[in-house]
């Protein structure tokens, strides 16, 4: 239950001085309406099945849920405390440098198990180098500077 000074009560409280009696209703009134507003929020929240929450499988008690479903790159780990959430077959990339693919269509990309591309050819300066070493035009070679090219004469 609230109780509110009517304004004779803050009359007797501020006598001669009515700014101070209408400041104070005021205040009182805005108060009221804040304390409404307030507990219409609260509750609002204490709902707690009309909450939008995140499961792991469904559940009847709740009436907003999404279930999290991962895709084939995805995985979870649940440890019973920790639930783990990993990409499988992770690009790594060292030196941290961007590495961009440009696929206008389904692209395969075979590449050997261990070691690294073009490790037979090269390194050189420059396609004058990759030419004398006998790297045909179009081929691809390593330049010194660690850098893949296309010898194109």
């Keep these: 239950m609230t ?5 004779a009560e803050l009359g007797r409280l501020f006598p001669g001085n009515p700014k101070a009696v209408i400041a ?8 009221a309406d804040v304390s409404v507003s307030l507990a219409s929020n609260a509750d609002a929240t204490t709902a707690l099945q009309d909450a939008t929450v ?7 008690t709740f009436t907003n849920e999404r279930v999290l479903q991962l895709d084939d790159t995805l995985y979870a780990k649940d440890d ?10 992770p690009v790594v990339l060292n030196g941290g440098y961007r590495c961009t693919f440009n696929l ?10 261990s070691g690294q591309v073009l490790v037979d050819a090269g390194p050189y300066a420059d396609d004058a180098g990759a030419a004398a070493d006998g790297v045909a035009v179009g ?6 500077d660690g850098t893949v090219a296309w010898r194109l004469a």
Excluded: E, H, M, W
């Design 3 to 7: 109780t509110y000074l009517t304004r």
């Design 24 to 31: 104070f209703d005021q205040q009182q009134r805005q108060i």
């Design 54 to 60: 995140l499961t792991l499988s469904p559940n009847a």
């Design 80 to 89: 019973g405390q920790f639930l783990t959430l990993g990409v499988r077959n």
């Design 104 to 113: 206008l269509a389904d692209t395969s990309l075979d590449l050997p198990a």
């Design 139 to 144: 081929q691809i070679y390593r330049k010194t």
